[in-house]
């Protein structure tokens, strides 16, 4: 039996295919990554934005059309929501909802008799879900307790729910011998880790640096409050990879108070200072919410001062979308749409300008980096340990390899570095 796994949205999704694949691959089915060879496909969908949605039924229906004998499963936000709200997917075979989606394989196995598959593969023969890349996510948490006026993700994923650390480690110490060399913490609100469990986020990553023997691990994206005091002391570890996604979402305590934040602009920049203190080379991103309902231009302007004062290597930008169910899908003050553009565009300019200086900054050092994959011009792609993206011109086969490369220039487009081979492993 094969069986393609497709998903969009956060890298908590991602860990979830990850996951799912591992447990078909256990029960013996292969993984496929074209839809007419499969026997079963497997959505997980996404509901963060309208374009999410959007996104995901075209992934359904795509998945439909590209293979209509094969039965179609689908999970994840939209698809839970949906299901919540009694309305029936059309040319979906099952759906299983977030709170049950830890046994989907097993429900799907149950729900559509699917046959018993001929040998389980050997947990060190089994292979990541996604191609190209040595980077493996793994969840720890899931759902959130806070309610940000603009997020769905809180209705449709539930109240937080924290693995336990001996889980966690177990399910690394499993990618290690499959030569999995980076492993990233998931979860909807990572820093909330534990509290369910009486264990907190600090406590799981020096469980797993010490009980595992991963070389390198990374968080996910980290919600700006809650943080413990020797958060930051964590990264003296070289494992520990300096890099961090810190949702800012507004420069405007006035729109931060509207969407509910817990975290005001000038306390957000304290923890950048924090960061950068606890490590030199500390990288990082961020994502902000342009149109917020009621975004005056003075609140616009502290966005764009914010975000020049913090210097993020990277944005992730969204133009609000109301979300139905959501209190800011009821809020006053809507902003035309056509201005929701042209702040995008306008922070777009100036996150490209903030990533090429964060390049140029590292231009001229060695980073030891993790090699990922190979295009067909044979340029590898990898990331620093700060997750700067480097490129690198090579004929020999360097696949999931950690090598001191020295980074020579940023590329013209401004969003990865060139590199080379430093001269003491050439050979």
Same mark, same amino acid.
């Given at each position: 039996m094969r069986v393609l796994l497709q998903t969009l949205g956060c890298r908590l999704n991602e860990a979830e295919l990850e996951t799912w694949s591992r447990e078909f691959q256990?029960?013996?089915?292969?993984i496929t990554e074209t839809p007419e060879t499969a026997d079963l496909v497997v959505v997980n969908t996404c509901a963060v934005t309208d374009e999410a949605v959007r996104k995901s039924?075209?992934?359904?229906?795509?998945?439909?059309?590209?293979?209509?004998?094969?039965k179609l499963v689908v999970s994840g936000c939209h698809?839970?929501?949906?299901?919540?709200?009694?309305?029936?997917?059309?040319?979906?075979?099952?759906?299983?909802?977030?709170?049950?989606?830890?046994?989907?394989?097993?429900?799907?196995?149950?729900?559509?008799?699917l046959p018993a598959a001929a040998s389980p593969l050997d947990p060190g023969a089994q292979s990541l879900f996604a191609r190209g890349r040595q980077r493996a996510f793994v969840k720890v948490q899931d759902g959130c307790r806070h309610r940000c006026t603009f997020c769905i993700v809180t209705l449709a994923r539930g109240e937080e729910r924290s693995r336990p650390p001996e889980a966690v480690a177990e399910e690394i110490q499993r990618l290690c011998a499959q030569g999995v060399q980076e492993a990233v913490l998931a979860g909807v609100h990572l820093g909330g880790y534990g509290r369910d469990i009486g264990s907190s986020l600090e406590q799981l990553i020096r469980y797993l640096l010490r009980q595992t023997k991963l070389p390198r691990l990374r968080l996910g994206a980290v919600e700006p409050w809650g943080l413990s005091e020797g958060f930051?002391?964590?990264?003296?570890?070289?494992?520990?990879?300096?890099?961090?996604?810190?949702?800012?979402?507004?420069?405007?305590?006035?729109?931060?108070?509207?969407?509910?934040?817990?975290?005001?602009?000038?306390?957000? *920049? !304290? /923890? +950048?200072?924090?960061?950068? &203190?606890?490590?030199?080379?500390?990288?990082?991103?961020?994502?902000?919410?342009?149109?917020?309902?009621?975004?005056?231009?003075?609140?616009?302007?502290?966005?764009?001062?914010?975000?020049?004062?913090?210097?993020?290597?990277?944005?992730?930008?969204?133009g609000f979308s109301a979300r139905p169910g959501t209190p800011a899908a009821e809020l006053s003050g809507p902003i035309p749409a056509d201005l929701i553009k042209a702040r995008s565009r306008e922070l777009h300019g100036l996150g490209e300008a903030l990533k090429r200086a964060a390049f140029e900054r590292f231009v001229g050092r060695t980073f030891p980096v993790l090699l990922e994959n190979r295009g067909g011009d044979q340029r590898w792609g990898g990331y620093t340990p700060n997750f700067l993206r480097v490129a690198l011109a090579a004929g020999a086969?360097?696949?999931?390899?950690?090598?001191? *490369? !020295? /980074? +020579?220039?940023?590329?013209? &487009?401004?969003d990865a570095a060139i590199a080379r081979i430093t001269p003491d492993i050439s050979g």
């Open positions: 256990a029960l013996g089915y292969a039924r075209k992934l359904m229906n795509r998945a439909r059309r590209g293979n209509p004998d094969a698809s839970s929501l949906e299901h919540a709200a009694g309305r029936a997917i059309p040319g979906v075979d099952l759906v299983v909802d977030n709170r049950h989606k830890e046994r989907l394989v097993q429900i799907a196995r149950e729900r559509l008799d930051w002391g964590l990264f003296d570890n070289p494992r520990l990879m300096p890099h961090l996604h810190l949702p800012l979402q507004s420069g405007s305590d006035a729109i931060l108070k509207r969407m509910a934040r817990r975290c005001k602009a000038e306390e957000f *920049l !304290r /923890l +950048t200072e924090q960061a950068r &203190a606890a490590h030199p080379d500390f990288n990082l991103s961020t994502d902000i919410i342009a149109g917020f309902p009621g975004e005056t231009e003075a609140d616009w302007q502290a966005t764009l001062d914010l975000v020049r004062a913090a210097g993020f290597g990277h944005l992730h930008i969204f086969d360097l696949e999931n390899r950690i090598l001191p *490369l !020295r /980074l +020579t220039r940023v590329n013209a &487009a401004g």
